[in-house]
C-alpha cells in the first residue's frame, strides 16, 4: 500500500500546476490594479514577463547585476534541485548498501561538538552527519561556481563585463512550458529543472502525508530497488 499512497500524493501535487490559471488571464485581472499602485505587468503578455518588467523598472541597480527574477535565476534553481534528485539517489544508494559506516549511531558531543546536535537535545547519526557535511560542501562548491564562473559555464550573478553580459541579461523567459527540443540544450534544460523543482515538492508533500523519511519515500518510489 506505500507505494500506491506515494503514487497517489505525487500525482496530487505534480497535477495540481496543470491547473494554473492561464498568464494571460491572470495578467488581465492584475492590469486593473493600476489605480491602486499595485503590480501591473503592462504590455508583457505574461505573468513572467512582467515581473521582470517590473523588476528592472523599480530596481534598475539589482537587475543590472542580475538579482530578483531572471531566466538565470531559474536555470540555477533547475539545476540545484537536478543536482538534489542525483544526491537523494546516491544516498539512498549508499545507505542500501551498507556504504556509511555505523549510519544509525548517534555521534558523541565530545568529538564533534555542537554538530553532534541538531536542536536542543536531538542527537544526530553518522548518516545525517555525512549527509549533512557532503550537501554543504557541494552547496558552497555551486554557489562559488555561479558568484565566480570559468570561461565555461554562465554565471547566476551577471557581470557588466562579461563578455555574453547582454545576450545573458536579456534573455527571454520559457513561459509556462518550454518546448522540448532534441539534443543537448537549454530549453531542454530549463524543462528538466522545472520537472526536477516540482518532483522535489511532491517528495516532500508525500513525505509530511506519509509520515515517512525522504530517502524512504524514494526507495518506495522506485520499487525497494536501493534498500
Known amino acids: 500500500m506505500a507505494p500506491l499512497r506515494s503514487l497517489a500524493a505525487l500525482s496530487l501535487l505534480a497535477g495540481a500546476s496543470a491547473f494554473a490559471p492561464a498568464p494571460n488571464a491572470f495578467t488581465a485581472s492584475r492590469a486593473s490594479t493600476t489605480e491602486v499602485g499595485m503590480w501591473n ?4 503578455g505574461d505573468l513572467w514577463n512582467g ?3 517590473q523588476w528592472n523598472e523599480e530596481f534598475p541597480q539589482l537587475a543590472k547585476w542580475g538579482w530578483g527574477p531572471s531566466v538565470q535565476a531559474e536555470k540555477w534553481n533547475g539545476r540545484h534541485a ?3 534528485w542525483f544526491f537523494l539517489c546516491v544516498t539512498a544508494y ?3 548498501h551498507g556504504l556509511i559506516p555505523n549510519p544509525e549511531m548517534t555521534l558523541d558531543l ?3 561538538g555542537t554538530l553532534a546536535t541538531i536542536s536542543g537535545k536531538n542527537t544526530i547519526t553518522n548518516e545525517r552527519a555525512v549527509i549533512l557535511f557532503a550537501n554543504v560542501h557541494f552547496f558552497f562548491m555551486g554557489l562559488m561556481a555561479t558568484i565566480v564562473p570559468s570561461p565555461i559555464w554562465d554565471p547566476l550573478l551577471l557581470d557588466p563585463n562579461h563578455p555574453r553580459y547582454e ?3 536579456n534573455q527571454e ?3 509556462y512550458m518550454p518546448s522540448l527540443s532534441p539534443g543537448i540544450n537549454e530549453s531542454t534544460e530549463m524543462l528538466h529543472g522545472r520537472l526536477a523543482m516540482v518532483g522535489l515538492v511532491a517528495l516532500l508533500g508525500t513525505s509530511a502525508i506519509e509520515g515517512k523519511p ?3 519515500i524514494v526507495n518506495d518510489w522506485v520499487g525497494g530497488a536501493y534498500y
Open 41 to 44: 505587468p503592462t504590455n508583457s
Open 51 to 53: 515581473a521582470m518588467a
Open 82 to 84: 537536478m543536482f538534489g
Open 94 to 96: 549508499a545507505k542500501g
Open 110 to 112: 565530545k568529538e564533534w
Open 167 to 169: 545576450e545573458l541579461k
Open 173 to 175: 523567459p520559457y513561459g
Open 214 to 216: 525522504i530517502l524512504d
